[in-house]
């Protein structure tokens, strides 16, 4: 039976990567959240072992791409669960984690590109255009500060839209490109076409372009504030905890 976890019983939650953009509004929304206590804030430099130690049951995770998949791992083996909002999952990522998580039943961890409910309808409604167009691109926008390109949530987009399109037998149409300067039409994901801006003053921006004859459909979705995650990094961290194995986006935790 599912206990209800209240103020008086709260999900003990560790942050990873807790003094940076994201994590610190992380700590900010937990130690507002009733139903949570924060228990360990572990920042480069810092005790891995504090999240452990303070007996956290989930760890949330903004860090960088090139050392999430050992903080995974350290949750793993110390049975913590993980939400994690890192970018940089390709498929081989995704395998490895869960491979880790198949001798521990009991265990889940999240895993999604983006926590703003937006950008996920933005990313079910990109998934149910796919099969209607056989033209597709999508334009990326985000601060300079960001480290990888394209962004994890332009990647699982451009994954969504290629596999609507295998399931529908629609083939991507080709373009007339017969030369290009490197990078002018943008990177290759699958099927489709990604385009990443990086520019002071953004924060998180997409734009799913479908093309037919005669008509074109723009899927947009833009976050100005951190604070627009947060609803959906509480639901993570909530839900992961009856939810065993691999959880891939938030759109898993949904209805939609
Ligand atoms: P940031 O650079 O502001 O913060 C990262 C923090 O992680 C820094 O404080 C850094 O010192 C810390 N860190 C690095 N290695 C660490 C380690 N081994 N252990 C503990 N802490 C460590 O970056 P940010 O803007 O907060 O973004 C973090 C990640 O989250 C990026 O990959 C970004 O793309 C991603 N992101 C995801 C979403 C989403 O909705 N999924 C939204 C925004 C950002």
Redesign the pocket.
């Given at each position: 039976m599912t206990v209800a976890r209240t103020e008086d019983n709260p999900i003990r939650v560790g942050v990873?990567?807790?003094?940076?953009?994201?994590?610190a509004e992380v700590c900010r929304a937990v130690e507002a959240a009733e139903d949570m206590e924060i228990v360990a804030m572990?920042?480069?430099g810092?005790w891995?072992f504090d999240l452990a130690d303070a007996g956290a049951e989930v760890v949330v995770d903004?860090?960088?791409?090139d050392?999430?998949l050992?903080?995974i791992r350290f949750c793993v083996d110390h049975d913590i669960r993980c939400v994690v909002?890192?970018?940089?999952f390709d498929l081989a990522k995704l395998d490895t984690v869960r491979q880790w998580l198949e001798p521990k039943p009991e265990l889940g961890v999240l895993v999604?590109?983006?926590?703003?409910l937006g950008?996920v309808l933005a990313m079910r409604f990109a998934q149910m255009a796919a099969r209607y167009y056989a033209s597709a691109e999508i334009v990326e926008l985000h601060h300079d500060?960001?480290?990888?390109a394209p962004?994890?949530?332009a990647t699982h987009t451009a994954r969504l839209i290629t596999a609507a399109r295998a399931e529908a037998g629609v083939d991507p149409k080709p373009d007339a490109t017969t030369s290009e300067v490197e990078g002018a039409r943008g990177a290759r994901l699958g099927d489709v076409r990604v385009h990443s801006v990086r520019l002071p003053g953004l924060v998180?921006h997409q734009e799913v372009l479908f093309g037919g004859d005669g008509e074109t459909l723009s899927i947009r979705h833009d976050?100005f504030d951190?604070k627009g995650?947060m609803p959906?990094v509480l639901l993570g961290v909530r839900s992961i905890l009856n939810r065993p194995g691999l959880v891939v986006g938030l759109e898993s935790l949904l209805d939609v």
């Open positions: 990873l990567g807790a003094r940076g953009r994201m994590g572990v920042d480069t810092d891995m903004f860090t960088h791409p050392v999430v050992d903080n909002g890192t970018s940089g999604a590109p983006n926590f703003a950008a500060r960001k480290a990888d962004s994890g949530t998180a976050s951190r995650f959906g």
